[in-house]
């Protein structure tokens, strides 16, 4: 995703003189953040970037690693750390946002007036990158959404540039399938992966043209991809230009289109100046306990979405292995 921000996204962070970033929810170490930091300030020297969170534990050991660092000659520049969370407790509107394995605790309707808010939070042209990673950032899906008009009275700021996007990544040795990436869908799609909704028709397309490319595999794994994408690319708007798109980002395990395409079919409309209701619960906490019940239904189903695809073939291998297993022999290949 780091990648993502600063090479797609770089005419965003470009066009502030001083741009301002928020990591929302670093987390239990602030080591994203730094990570961050490092990359976009190889592009953009003038970037500031803040660590938000709403434990003070966690700010101040963010803080104690921060000093630690900066007595050992690291200097450091830019980079800070505050508590906060949805309502943006800095000096001034941030160009970006990464909001990063946060909202998945929340339920489906507080996520969309989480994306409102953060939104309509952001500076003129500013963008919001939210979404879902496994625990080593091998697999991950995000939206890219941009800023919200300012419609207060007198409100002067307009929305930001581009459509929003959902881009798919993965390390391309780590999947299976194309459809693995299921179980890291923001949480607005989370439970979405149903027949009958776009995104799970896109993750079927997606395994079938992987499912044709196989021919690709003796020239690498990476060839299979491109030649699966390219194939999807004929049914689904897939971006095929630069910076959000084309063979370069392929290549890399991405793969955008526009949120539309992929969109919950009761929220087909775009998102370009949409503003969801935002509640008077409280949207500012970003501490990792649920507020969704783990064992609830729709929870279940979302755990029976992982193979949602998983054909007689594959199901009559997966059993053919687990009895080779158990009688100790090796499964045909």
Known sequence: MDRWITQALRSALSAAER????????????????????????????????????????????????????????????????????????????????????LRQYPEERAWTVWSQLRSGLADGGVLVEGTCDEIGRRAVWVTLPALPDRSPGGVRTAGSGEPLITFSARIASL?????????????????????????????????AWDHAAPYSGFGLRQRWLAAVTSLSAGWPVLRDPPQGGPRRWRLGEVTLPWAAVAPSAYREPLATRAFP????????????????????????????????????????????????REGQRPRS
Not at 29 to 45: K, S
Not at 176 to 202: W, Y
Request: aromatic content about 6%.
């Open 19 to 102: 741009p301002l970033i928020v990591d929302l929810g670093f987390g239990a170490t602030p080591v994203t953040t730094i990570e961050l930091y490092i990359r976009i300030r190889a592009t953009v020297p003038n970037a500031e970037v803040t660590g938000l969170e709403i434990d003070p534990d966690r700010v101040a050991s963010a803080r104690r690693d921060l000093a630690a660092r900066r007595a050992e000659g690291h200097e450091l520049p830019g980079l800070s750390f505050a508590m906060g969370g949805f309502e943006l407790t800095v000096p001034r509107r941030p160009v970006l946002i990464r909001a990063f394995n946060v």
């Open 176 to 208: 299976e399938r194309p459809s693995d990436l299921a179980e890291r869908l923001p949480k607005v799609l989370i439970h979405r992966n149903v027949p009958g909704e776009p995104v799970h028709q896109f993750l079927r397309d997606f395994d079938r």
């Open 278 to 325: 935002v509640g008077t619960g409280n949207c500012g906490g970003l501490a990792e306990s649920a507020s969704e019940d783990a064992t609830s239904s729709s929870a279940v189903a979302a755990r029976d979405l992982r193979w949602p695809h998983a054909g007689p073939r594959r199901a009559r291998r997966r059993r053919d292995r687990a009895a080779f297993a």
